[in-house]
């Protein structure tokens, strides 16, 4: 049987200051792994900013680049995928693919060739070589061009299948509100649809493409992908040249959609032949016969989501109808004014288009200075619960997004926790509780917490704890690959934007804390608040009223990890909610909220602590970041 391999780097944060962050890079590879391993491939690597052991930086990508030649012994029939999502570049005359470490003024030192790239495909030995590169290829200050001739003429000679995001000149753009590069997204939309890879070949996919990324990105720049399949017949055999035993084709492995409690569609039997025809009528301008299939569609599925397509589809048919403007296939969801690969706020505003979400009814609760509860407020807030079947389950509560400031005012707190500074931050859902040792458990395997003292930490209720940062990473991209969404740890701003909610007290219930509200050692006490019961013991989630957002036990129980590297204070912070993971000490990484066994102060929003990554005596819980309609 045909060996299928594939490698894929998604850089979103850069070193140097002179490369600007991106937002969806990780993300894209994230996905076109997913989508690797659903076509059961032998092997896939994935390098991002959030895999502890393959992060994009220099020298791990060139051992894993390495590894394609040296490491991996593969024949005519078999195939290798290369995917890169991130800033490329181009210096006396060579193309470069930049880590997160690559100096734009010495790119022949600090960065990746993409003539290496291409020699280890070929050394590899697979007969069915695919690059796939979502960089722009513009003029980019500070170093010379994007991706030039040189990989153009490389890949026709080596008869390499490759699919550039952009036409030389041009840039590639983000779709902030999917959480995706507006190519990666299309690409993944097209090889899960009718261009299934084991279906179609590079010029039907090209085709698609052409059609659907301008579309994507006409509101801020010419943007029109490029394949290069050479000699003739690489053009038409399939991208995957043997028969696959692919389950029925899913669409895109990208975040939660805001109709939540919907997981992605399952396009199967008469749904999956309606909308291909569909989508053929779509292109051929045909609308009459696209609606009337729209409709069946509407008639036909049992997913919501494909009925909420089959109705925008509806929609746009009826703009179509009245304009005179031609167009080939529908512009899909706008996406939020961008610049070519910045990551820009998102309006957390949801449209009057989005379906109508569930929402549970909660008490929060209000203390004055000695602790004592003067207010119980009642409060709703929109959540869905992802099923994983076998019984265990779990609950994502949608925090809206907004401004704060976060850290310590003057006055107030530790030297770490300042400069206090504004932060945007946009909407995102995350668990109502810390994972579960349940949860961690069936999606692991194991269940860490074993290793503590009996009943006083194992429950299958109570928070998993004895997990590692890089354990927790792990557990985000099981849990990812299971559910089709892209589920990740918190950044620290957005952990105490979701703890704080709203408020600007140390604690979320207000200027003190007491051992009725929250588990942790009562022995002490903070400001003009009491001394309490000291519990001993982790307890179980959900035993505690939940701040003003839903969410429970953000002050003690368990220490809960971010993504962010460990810096001394705020200085030189982000402020769009992005982790930073720029500087600092990469192998310390932040931790927030407090545990069972600390004090009051160490459970307060603002209070940061740092663990080494394979540290195992904390405890997380996930992020999802929506999509807008």
């Given at each position: ?115 290496d790239v291409i020699r280890s495909l070929r050394q590899c030995g697979a007969g069915n070589l695919v690059l796939i590169l979502d960089a722009c290829r513009n003029v980019v200050p500070e170093y010379d061009k994007g991706l030039g ?340 740890l918190p950044s620290e701003a957005e952990w105490e934007y979701a703890c704080r909610a709203g408020t600007k007290t140390p604690f979320h219930c207000g200027p003190t804390i007491t051992t009725a509200i929250a588990n942790y050692n ?53 402020n769009d909610g992005s982790a930073w993971i720029q500087g600092g000490k990469s192998h310390r990484r932040i931790r927030r909220g407090g545990s069972w066994y600390v004090g009051p102060d160490g459970c307060r929003s603002v209070y ?22």
């Amino acid at each position: 049987m045909a060996k299928k391999f594939a490698l894929t780097i998604g850089v979103n944060h850069y070193q140097y200051e002179e490369l600007r962050s991106l937002q969806c890079a990780a993300n894209d590879a994230i996905a076109m792994s997913a989508f690797f391993q659903r076509l059961a491939f032998d092997e896939v690597l994935v390098y991002s900013d959030d895999t502890p052991d393959y992060h994009p930086e220099l020298t791990s990508l060139r051992r894993g680049i390495r590894r394609i030649s040296t490491g991996v012994r593969l024949g005519p029939e078999d195939s290798f995928w290369f995917f890169f999502s991130g800033h490329g570049g181009r210096q006396q005359g060579r193309d470069f693919l930049l880590p997160s470490n690559g100096d734009p003024e010495d790119l022949a030192y600090s960065a990746i060739a993409i003539d290496d790239v291409i020699r280890s495909l070929r050394q590899c030995g697979a007969g069915n070589l695919v690059l796939i590169l979502d960089a722009c290829r513009n003029v980019v200050p500070e170093y010379d061009k994007g991706l030039g001739s040189q990989t153009v003429e490389l890949v026709k000679q080596e008869g390499i299948i490759t699919l550039f995001s952009c036409s030389p000149g041009e840039k590639s753009y983000e779709l902030p509100d999917r959480q995706q590069g507006a190519f990666t997204y299309a690409l993944l939309r097209g090889m899960q649809g009718e261009y299934a890879p084991n279906r179609c070949n590079a010029r039907q996919l090209e085709d698609y493409l052409l059609q659907t990324v301008p579309s994507l990105t006409q509101q801020y720049g010419r943007q029109r992908p490029y394949v290069i399949a050479e000699p003739l017949h690489k053009g038409m055999q399939l991208l995957l040249p043997t028969p696959q035993s692919v389950a029925s084709p899913t669409p895109l492995p990208t975040l939660a959609p805001e109709s939540v409690g919907a997981t992605p569609a399952k396009l199967t039997g008469t749904v999956v032949k309606l909308i291909r025809q569909a989508n053929r009528a779509m292109r051929s301008e045909d609308w009459g016969k696209a609606k009337a299939l729209w409709q069946q569609i509407i008639m036909e599925a049992n997913d919501p989501e494909d009925r909420k397509l089959a109705l925008e589809e509806i929609a746009y048919i009826a703009q179509q109808q009245t304009s005179s403007i031609p167009t080939s296939l529908p512009i899909l969801d706008p996406p939020a004014p961008s610049h070519d690969l910045v990551s820009l706020p998102i309006d957390p505003t949801p449209t009057e288009s989005e379906t109508a979400t569930p929402t549970f009814s909660f008490t929060t609760v209000r203390v004055n200075d000695s602790g004592e509860i003067v207010e119980q407020i009642e409060k709703t807030a929109e959540f869905f619960t992802e099923d994983l079947g076998n019984g265990v389950s779990f609950d994502m509560v949608k925090i809206p997004g907004g401004s704060f400031m976060m850290g310590s005012p003057d006055g107030e707190g530790w030297g770490s926790e300042k400069p206090q500074h504004q932060v945007l931050v946009s909407s995102f859902y995350m668990g109502k509780y810390v994972v579960t040792q349940s949860l961690y458990e069936a999606v692991m395997g194991t269940n860490p917490a074993t290793q503590y003292d009996g009943e006083r930490f194992v429950n299958p209720n109570k928070p998993v704890i004895g997990v590692s940062w890089s354990d927790a990473v792990t557990f985000c991209h099981k849990l990812s690959q299971l559910t089709n969404k892209i589920y990740r740890l918190p950044s620290e701003a957005e952990w105490e934007y979701a703890c704080r909610a709203g408020t600007k007290t140390p604690f979320h219930c207000g200027p003190t804390i007491t051992t009725a509200i929250a588990n942790y050692n009562g022995n002490y006490s903070y400001s003009k608040g009491s001394t309490g019961e000291y519990r001993a013991k982790i307890t179980p989630v959900g035993s505690f009223s939940p701040n003003a957002f839903g969410l429970f036990d953000m002050h003690g129980n368990v220490w809960e990890w971010c993504v962010d590297y460990l810096h001394e204070n705020y200085k030189g912070a982000p402020n769009d909610g992005s982790a930073w993971i720029q500087g600092g000490k990469s192998h310390r990484r932040i931790r927030r909220g407090g545990s069972w066994y600390v004090g009051p102060d160490g459970c307060r929003s603002v209070y940061r602590y740092s663990d080494l990554v394979d540290t195992d005596n904390n405890g997380f819980r996930v992020l999802l970041v929506p999509t807008h309609s």
